[in-house]
C-alpha cells in the first residue's frame, strides 16, 4: 500500500501555526497535520501574569482578519464560554493574556490535525527532483517514534530565550530569564533583594508583578536598563500602519543592507512599554511614596550590566554595572536577577537534514521570499515556508500575531495553487513609497 503523502506538515504549534491550523480546517482538499513537543498549547507560560494584556486587539485572533466567519475566532469563542457579555461591558479591545492562551487552547482542542507530545526530531527531503519530505515524530510521553510523508512544509517553532552571556552560569533558581518569571516567584517573595534587568514589556509586566507585592514581601528592587530611558512602545494609529501588508511588502524590497539598518532603528515600535503599564507602574510608585514613605526601589536607565559573580557564603550576586553616558562604573548586589533580555530566532535541530538544501545569507540566517518560502538551493516540487527567522527579509511585522494571519492565507493559497483568501487592499492611509 502506497504510504500517505500530507499536502503540509507543520512543525510546532504556536499562535501562528495554529492559525494556519483554523485556516485550514474549512479547506477539506488540503491534508494537514500539526506537531507540538509540549502537552498541550501553552503561550509563552511563564509570562502569562495576571493583569497582562495582549498587546494587539482581539481581531488578531487566529483567523478573523481572513475570515470573521470561521468557527475558531475569538468571539465565537466568547460565544461557547458564555461570555459574550462580559467582553462587551470590558469595553476593551485587548484580551487578558492568559485568555488568548484559554482561547488558542480551545481551538487546538478542537482541531483535529493538531497532535501534541509529539516533537519533531528529523527531516529528511525524498526524491529526485525532491518531491517530498519524510518527517519523524518522537511521542514525548510513551517514547514512541512514527514518520509521516508531506509535500510542503511549515515551520513555526518561534524563537528562544537569549540569556546574555555575562549572565550565564549561576543558579538557575537565582538567576533567570523573564521567560521563566512565573516558576520563580515565589523564590522572589522569599528574596530580600531582586534586580529586574531590560527595558521592554516583559521587564516592565515584572517590575509592576513585584511593585505590587513588595510591601507584603518586603524586598527591595532594582530596575535597570542600558536604554536611555524606559520608554513607551510607539503605538499612535499612523505608526501602527507599519504593521501592516503594505509596509511589508515595502521593506521587502528594500537592499539588505538598508533593511538591518532600518529595523536596528525601529526599536520603539516593538520593544518599549505599553503606555498603560507605564502608567500602572508611576501610578504604584507615587501611592507607596505617600508622607514620604521610604521605598526601597531604584530605577536605573543608561546603565548596563556587563557581568555577575556569586558573593562568599553564597549570599546573592554582585552585578557589574556602569552608567555608559557618564562612564561611572559600580557594583549592585542583589539575591535574584531576572533577565528580560529578549528572544532570539534559532534553526531547530530537527531541519538539519535540510541544511545543504537551504540558502542562507552571510549571517546564517534564512533566505527568504516575499511569500514566505525558504529559498533553497534545488529545485523541489513542494514549498518550506517560515513563521520566524525572518524580521531581516520581511522587518518589523513579521512577529505581529495580527499580521501572521494574513501570512496565513498566503501560505495557504500557494498550498491550494488557487486563491482560497483574497488579500485585502488599500489597508493604510500612508504611502510608504510614491508609487505604492
Ligand atoms: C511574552 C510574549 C508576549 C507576546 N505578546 C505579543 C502580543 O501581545 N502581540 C503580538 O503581536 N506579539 C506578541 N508576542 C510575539 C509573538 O506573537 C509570539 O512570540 C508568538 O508566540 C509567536 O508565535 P510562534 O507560533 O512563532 O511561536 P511560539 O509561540 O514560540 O511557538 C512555537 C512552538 O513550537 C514548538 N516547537 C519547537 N520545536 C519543535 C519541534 N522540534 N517539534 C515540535 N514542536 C516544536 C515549541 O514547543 C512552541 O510551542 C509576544 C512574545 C512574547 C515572548
New binding site residues.
Given amino acids: 500500500m502506497r504510504e500517505k503523502v500530507y499536502d503540509v506538515i507543520g512543525?510546532?504549534?504556536?499562535?501562528?501555526?495554529l492559525g494556519l491550523a483554523a485556516l485550514l480546517d474549512p479547506i477539506k482538499e488540503i491534508d494537514s497535520l500539526f506537531?507540538?513537543?509540549?502537552e498541550e498549547f501553552d503561550?509563552?507560560p511563564g509570562?502569562l501574569i495576571e493583569g497582562t494584556r495582549?498587546?494587539?486587539p482581539f481581531m488578531?485572533d487566529l483567523v478573523t482578519m481572513a475570515d470573521p466567519t470561521n468557527e475558531f475566532s475569538y468571539l465565537n469563542y466568547l460565544k461557547h464560554q458564555n461570555r459574550l457579555y462580559n467582553f462587551y461591558f470590558l469595553q476593551r479591545l485587548e484580551m487578558p493574556r492568559n485568555e488568548y492562551n484559554h482561547y488558542c487552547q480551545w481551538a487546538s482542542e478542537r482541531l483535529k490535525s493538531c497532535q501534541f507530545s509529539?516533537?519533531?526530531t528529523s527531516v529528511t527531503p525524498l526524491g529526485t527532483p525532491i518531491d517530498r519530505y519524510e518527517v519523524e515524530i518522537e511521542n514525548t510521553k510513551t517514547g514512541e517514534t512514527h514518520s509521516y510523508l508531506t509535500k510542503n512544509l511549515i515551520l513555526?517553532?518561534?524563537?528562544i530565550p537569549s540569556l546574555p552571556k555575562s549572565l550565564r552560569g549561576m543558579s538557575e533558581e537565582d538567576v533567570f530569564h523573564s521567560?521563566t518569571y512565573l516558576q520563580h516567584e515565589d523564590r522572589c517573595k522569599k528574596a530580600k533583594s531582586i534586580t529586574v534587568i531590560g527595558s521592554g514589556q516583559?521587564a516592565a509586566e515584572i517590575f509592576r508583578e513585584l511593585l505590587k507585592e513588595r510591601t507584603e514581601h518586603g524586598y527591595s528592587i532594582n530596575w535597570i536598563t542600558r536604554s536611555k530611558g524606559f520608554f513607551p512602545m510607539e503605538e499612535t494609529k499612523l505608526s501602527l500602519e507599519h504593521f501592516s501588508p503594505e509596509y511589508i511588502d515595502y521593506f521587502y524590497e528594500l537592499p539588505q543592507e538598508q533593511k538591518d539598518e532600518i529595523f536596528s532603528n525601529q526599536q520603539l515600535l516593538y520593544k518599549g512599554i505599553s503606555p498603560h503599564t507605564i502608567t500602572d507602574i508611576y501610578n504604584l510608585l507615587y501611592e507607596q511614596t505617600v508622607g514620604g514613605k521610604e521605598m526601597d526601589v531604584t530605577l536605573m536607565p543608561l546603565t548596563e550590566v556587563n557581568g555577575i559573580s556569586e558573593k562568599e557564603a553564597k549570599s546573592g550576586y554582585e552585578l557589574k554595572c556602569r552608567q555608559w553616558e557618564k562612564g561611572e562604573s559600580f557594583l549592585i548586589e542583589s539575591e535574584v536577577v531576572v533577565a528580560a533580555t529578549g528572544?532570539r530566532p534559532f534553526v531547530?535541530n530537527?531541519i538539519s537534514g535540510l541544511s545543504n538544501l537551504i540558502q542562507w545569507d552571510d549571517l546564517g540566517r534564512y533566505n527568504v521570499s516575499k511569500d514566505y518560502k525558504l529559498m533553497l538551493n534545488e529545485d523541489t516540487t513542494g514549498e518550506i515556508f517560515v513563521?520566524?527567522g525572518m524580521q531581516h527579509t520581511h522587518g518589523v511585522g513579521s512577529?505581529?500575531?495580527?499580521l501572521s494571519v494574513n501570512r496565513n492565507k498566503i501560505i495557504i493559497n500557494q498550498i491550494a495553487g488557487k486563491e482560497i483568501y483574497p488579500p485585502l487592499e488599500d489597508n493604510i492611509f500612508q504611502k510608504f513609497e510614491l508609487n505604492s
Avoid: D, R
Fill in positions: 512543525i510546532g504549534i504556536g499562535p501562528f501555526n506537531f507540538e513537543q509540549k503561550w509563552h509570562m495582549l498587546q494587539v488578531a509529539s516533537k519533531v513555526g517553532v518561534g524563537t521567560s516583559s528572544y531547530p530537527c513563521h520566524s512577529t505581529n500575531l495580527g
